[in-house]
């Protein structure tokens, strides 16, 4: 059974990249445009990982980290950031917030791959 991932980036573009990168791993993908979209499509299944982006319309990635970890279903899911943010004081929000981990835009393929291996193998 294909563990699934979760996408939520503004950018098609990025989606597209991610969607193509875990498809060929062979992740089953669910993707959404921004933090709403994210949170309506976590709440109506179950994911293994979510990977967000922090800018968005709608909603950022942080309050969508803070609102899937509000969720029972959700207090272990891991969730990374994937996002052209690499201040310190932005990964510590995102620590705070309860992201599992951080990857910075442009994302290399592989590196994505063994990063979501490593959190849900």
Do not use: H
């Amino acid at each position: 059974m294909a563990k699934t991932v979760l996408t939520v980036d503004d950018s098609a573009s990025i989606r597209q990249m991610v969607s193509f990168t875990l498809k060929s791993a062979g992740y089953e993908v669910v993707e959404a445009v921004d933090g709403m979209d994210g949170l309506d499509k976590a709440k109506s299944r179950g994911c293994n990982l979510v990977l967000t982006d922090q800018n968005m319309p709608r909603m950022d990635g942080l309050s969508l980290i803070k609102s899937l970890r509000a969720m029972p279903q959700y207090r272990t899911v891991p969730i990374l950031m994937l996002t052209t943010e690499s201040s310190d004081a932005m990964k510590s929000q995102g620590r705070a917030a309860g992201a599992t981990g951080w990857l910075v835009k442009p994302f290399d393929p592989q590196k994505l791959i063994e990063v979501v291996k490593k959190v849900i193998g």
